[in-house]
Structures are given as C-alpha cells and as structure tokens.
C-alpha cells in the first residue's frame, strides 16, 4: 500500500493522526494501545466493541436458540496419502451480495493441511472484516462438520479443536457469516476503502477469514492500528461462487484469477497460489484491455470521471495506466522475474492511493480526476507502485508489520526503476519529488507500532529505504544489485520472508561492501543478526488441476 501525504486530503489526514484524543468516525476499529521497542513488540489491547466482546466469551459453541452444544467426539483422522500434493489452505466460498443493502451472506469452507513436524491443539483465524462495527457477524462454525468453541476478538478467531490435528493430516472449517462493509467517508476510515462501499463501487477486499500464518512455530497475527498494514498471509487457493442480486441491472466484476460468467451477475472465480482475495463490483465501472505478451493481459477498471480531469480538460487516465502498466510489467519481469499469472487487473478506487491484493489492486480516483496528460504524477507513481507488490508481497511475502521495508521499500524503489528504464529524463524530477522534499528520517527496519503518524512511517520506512537500497546498488554496482533482487524473489517465492532472507543473498565479498551503508539505515545493523538465520515459512505444494477440496 502507498499512503501519500502530499495530496491536501491526506495532509488532513496526517494531522488526525498525529491527534492523540482525535475523534474518529463511529465505525473506526477499536485500535489497540501498543509499546514497542526495537526488537520487541508488546500489544496492550484496547476496549472491545460489544460484538467482538461476545466473540471473545463464545467458549462453547451454542445452537440457534443460544443453548449450550457439546461438541461431538472428534471425527476420525484425515490423513490419506492422496491430500499431500495439495495446497496448505484451500477456500472454496459462496457469496451472495445484496447490492442495495451492500450486505454479502457467504457459506465458507476452509481445508487446513497441517504440514508442520508438530500436532496443533487449535486454529487461528484472521478475520479483518471483524475489525469494523458490524463489518461480520458469525452464524455457524464447524471443524469436520461438528461445532466447535472458538474466541473471536478484533481480528483474531481462535479455534479451539476437540483432539489435536496431527502431522500430516487435515481438517475442514465451515463458517456461515454475513459481512457489513461501511460506506466509504472522509478521514481515517476511508484509507480502509477497499472494504467498503461508495455509491458507486462495492470494494471486498480482506473480507474472507483466512487462516493465519504460521512462523517460529506461533499464529503470526497481529493487532490492527491506524498506521501501515498489519496482514501477515500464507499462500491459499480461492476457489469462489460469487451471485449479486438487488440490483437494477447488469453489474460489471473486477476480479483476479480466472473468471467465468455463469448467468447474470453471478461468476465463478478460481485464485491459485494466492496471498489473498479481493473484488471490486459496480454498476458504473468501464473495462478497457491491454495485451501484455501472447499470454498475459493488463485490465482497467474506471469510471466516467477517469477520462476527464478536474480542470474539465478530457484526458483518458485509464488509457494513460494501461500503457504504463504494460511497461511496468514488462520491465519488472525482466529485472525480478516472470509474472506468474495471466491476468492484471487495476481497479479505480474511491478512496485515497492504492492498495495491493494478488493479481488486483486499487488505485485512487483522485489521482485518476487529478491526472495532467503526462508522467510527472501520482497517477503514473502509484500504479506502478502497486504493480510492483506482485512480486514484493504477492510473490514474496513479509511481516507487514513487523517488516514493512520488504515490501514497500522495494515497490517505492521500484517506481525510480521505471522513471530511469522509460523516462531517464525525469530522474532527478522523481527523487526531489519523492524522496528529497520531504527530508527524510529514522531507521529503515522498523516496525508500524514504532510510529505516531503516518507521514514519520512513510518517511522511514518507505523513502529512507528507497535511499537505502540506491546506497547498495552504488556499493556493489548494478549488474550485482540486479542479481541481488533475483535472488532474493528466487529465494522467497511463496514464502513469508524475514530481513534476514533478503541479506543473505548478498555474498561474502560484497558484505564488507555494504556494512556502511547497513549501518546509517537500519536500527539493528549487527553482521550476526542479519546474516544469521534462513528465512521462515514454507512454500505450499502445487494443487493440479484434477484435485478437489474433499
């Protein structure tokens, strides 16, 4: 995610969050009161609304007249050779949209493979949307088609499992929930756009609860805060029935994957090998297609507004992104590595930046309305930007919290490899507009709790870091440097990396190289502790196409 603080709005907003006793709209999160320190992260959690609160007291499952339930005895192992082959976690999801309520009722079920040495006692599950008021109410949970007694507070479901799922062996999740978005206003809340919904657009993206990592042996969740991502994600397949109804007319479907039209505003959408899940659905949006290469395409979805600026003057800003997006593509492919899907798809979003999902992200509309018919914008910056994080997240994944230079370090650097590849002229243009004006400072390596305000993240972590890795491209020189990147996707791909995977590329003789440059930009600059140990998480075996969930 890229969160400009040029634009007026978002100045507006940097000054809400430097407010310590600002007041934010009622369907604001109940963000947690954090402590941090280099290296250690402490979360004191803060008020829980109602709901989540009743979640967090659901330790016995009850049934539709609120009566206790006692589970079952545990079903009989799941553990046939024949489910090895198959992806970690597999979704398979039916959604039904009301449009003019823009409410979703969705039915659920989840298969966890257990691929660790050691047995699991429970479950966790991320679910972002619970994070807003009303934003999801839980119906029914089973585990292998037995209720169960979980905990929900904020975003984080555990569930607790009535025998241990062993090594080896699998489990399915069942969950009928209903989701809520809140309409997309001005403030703070409107950055969470893509789940939410303006008169125009129905945006779900972290909306599906998704099991969450595991690293060091531990569910990787974190609490949410106002400031960064807090998404740490495993690689899942989605495989989604997707029906809209209450509406007065055709729909139009931005979403990643393969798509099939089963009738009218119904699909199906298959996502492998994804970090997540997210659409877009509107009754106004224009699609427009770019072929990128014999098999791969580049998709825009805008509205009307895209194609005339906000000074009148009729300038195609959709057009404008698809051209820069298949050079993006094209460049990134050849200086990290191949886009591993068919399909691209840039969505027009009514909030503020962007945001990137596997295989779809959402650019600002005002950037769109905002646009001047030539490079030097942030139409052109955050497009680019977001294309980047599919290999700087959806490929690579990262602590997005703890780690936040991964990703968005390496996608703002990424945006001044596109200015030198395609418009060298507007080099210097970009580092005064990006990075110089805004006199950056702190340490590269630090994590979101860490920050009072927004504009001090983006300054240490998003351009410092861009400052941080031309430093290293200087030390070693660019052919190296380039191999440094492959490298380290090469090393990542599928995985949740840690600093300490990017560093380890670097060989022996080019550390020496490095170390001054290691030591002004990151806060823990110590030889031993990041070249020491190999990055964490495992890549999820490949689902062919013959494989079913069971």
């Not at 339930?69 to 979704?91: F, G, L, Q």
């Not at 009148?312 to 051209?323: K, M, N, P, T």
């Not at 380290?488 to 550390?511: H, N, S, V």
Request: charged fraction near 20%; glycine fraction near 8%; proline fraction near 4%.
């Amino acid at each position: 995610m890229i969160l400009n603080l040029f634009h007026p709005l978002s100045l507006c907003i940097a000054g809400l969050l430097a407010l310590a006793g600002c007041n934010l709209a009622k369907d604001s999160p109940a963000y947690a009161t954090v402590e941090a320190g280099k290296g250690h992260v402490r979360l004191q959690a803060s008020p829980m609304s109602p709901k989540a609160a009743m979640g967090a007291l659901a330790q016995d499952a009850l049934d539709s007249r609120g009566a206790k339930v006692t589970p079952s005895p545990a079903a009989p192992a799941r553990c046939n050779d024949a489910e090895i082959a198959k992806s970690a976690r597999r979704v398979r999801a039916d959604i039904r949209i009301d449009y003019g309520s823009k409410t979703a009722d969705v039915v659920q079920s989840t298969v966890f493979h257990n691929f660790e040495n050691d047995a699991l006692a429970a479950i966790v599950l991320d679910v972002q949307a619970n994070q807003w008021a009303e934003g999801f109410t839980l119906m029914d949970l089973t585990v292998n088609d037995e209720p169960a007694a979980y905990e929900l507070a904020l975003n984080r479901m555990q569930i607790n499992l009535n025998a241990p799922l062993e090594s080896g062996c699998w489990l399915a999740l069942g969950l009928k929930f209903r989701l809520q978005p809140a309409e997309i206003r001005d403030g703070l809340r409107s950055y969470r756009g893509f789940y939410g919904y303006s008169p125009r657009q129905l945006n779900l993206g972290h909306f599906l609860p998704t099991i969450a990592a595991r690293l060091d042996g531990d569910w990787r969740i974190h609490e949410p805060i106002g400031i960064g991502e807090q998404v740490v994600y495993d690689l899942a397949d989605w495989h989604v029935n997707l029906s809209v109804e209450n509406t007065t007319g055709a729909l139009m479907l931005a979403a990643p994957g393969t798509v099939t039209a089963l009738g009218s505003n119904a699909w199906e959408i298959e996502l492998i090998n994804s970090r997540d899940f997210a659409i877009s659905v509107s009754d106004q949006m224009i699609a427009a297609e770019r072929q990128v290469s014999e098999n791969q395409t580049v998709e825009v979805y805008s509205f009307a507004d895209a194609q005339i600026n906000a000074n009148g003057i009729r300038l195609d800003g959709a057009e404008h992104v698809l051209i820069q997006a298949e050079k993006a593509l094209r460049l990134y492919e050849r200086q990290f590595g191949p886009y591993d899907r068919e399909r691209f798809v840039i969505v027009q979003g009514d909030f503020p930046d962007g945001m990137e999902f596997t295989g779809l992200v959402f650019v600002g509309g005002a950037w769109f309305t905002n646009f001047d018919g030539g490079i030097r914008n942030y139409l052109t910056l955050i497009s680019v930007h977001e294309i980047a994080h599919q290999w700087w997240y959806a490929r690579v994944g990262n602590d997005s919290a703890l780690n936040p230079w991964l990703d968005e370090a390496l996608a703002t650097y990424s945006e001044y490899l596109f200015i030198e590849e395609h418009y060298p002229a507007d080099k210097n243009w970009w580092w005064t507009f990006r990075v110089a004006g805004f006199f950056p400072q702190g340490k590269v390596d630090s994590n979101v709790y860490e920050f009072a305000t927004a504009r001090a993240y983006i300054n240490a972590v998003y351009l410092r870091g861009v400052q941080m890795l031309h430093n290293l491209r200087v030390n070693i020189g660019d052919e190296e440097f380039f191999k440094l990147l492959r490298a380290y996707l090469a090393a990542g791909d599928g995985k949740i990396a840690d600093p300490t995977l990017f560093w380890r590329q670097l060989p022996l003789e080019q550390r020496a190289l490095t170390r001054a440059t290691r030591i002004e930009y990151l806060g823990d600059a110590d030889d031993d502790s990041l070249f020491g140990e190999a990055a964490h998480g495992t890549r999820s075996p490949a689902t062919t196409e013959n494989e079913k969930s069971p």
